[in-house]
């Protein structure tokens, strides 16, 4: 059995026990929820979270780039919501690449060099900053006065504010 196939039979067991509004795309709670990709970031767990009430983006590094740009972009203009909140956390494997040497280890095995940003950092905290300026900063998105950004400690399970 494949790992797709345990976790379709996981879902035929669940069943509809799932609770939450699912009555419309537009999130209750108006809010955005970008983080990274790592399986230890339980979203909906770490926020109490039911169905129908955040959008959830995800991906490496819980980094703002254009992708996440315009997935923000329809989830505001399109969709209703009005805040983001950006999560990285510690331990995460994006900082311990560095874009030279992984782009450099992919052209090595494919032949061709990649033209998007890896986007590795060194200081988790730093980075939510980016991401937050990068929020803040762009012309695609009409609401960026409520963005706020957090590192999760993945060994305790806290969030921390970053300024």
């Avoid at 709670?29 to 230890?40: E, I, N, S």
């Avoid at 039911?50 to 203009?77: F, K, Y």
């Avoid at 494919?110 to 033209?115: D, E, F, Q, Y």
């Avoid at 060194?122 to 009409?142: D, G, I």
Wanted: with cysteine; charged share 30%; aromatic share 4%.
């Amino acid at each position: 059995m494949t790992s797709i196939d345990v976790l379709l039979k996981r879902n035929q067991e669940i069943g509809d026990i799932t609770p939450g509004d699912r009555s419309t795309p537009r999130p209750s709670l108006q809010v955005a929820v970008l983080t990274c990709m790592d399986a230890r970031i339980r979203v909906f767990e770490i926020f109490g979270l039911l169905q129908g009430e955040s959008h959830v983006l995800r991906n490496a590094g819980g980094v703002v780039t254009d992708d996440v740009i315009r997935s923000l972009a329809l989830s505001q203009r399109k969709l209703g919501t009005r805040e983001v909140l950006i999560v990285q956390h510690t331990e995460c494997g994006l900082s311990m690449v560095t874009e030279d040497d992984f782009k450099d280890e992919l052209e090595e095995a494919t032949g061709l060099r990649p033209t998007w940003a890896v986007e590795a950092f060194r200081n988790v905290e730093n980075s939510v900053r980016t991401s937050m300026e990068r929020v803040r900063r762009s012309a695609y998105l009409p609401h960026t006065e409520n963005v706020r950004g957090f590192v999760y400690d993945v060994k305790i399970g806290r969030l921390t504010e970053v300024k």
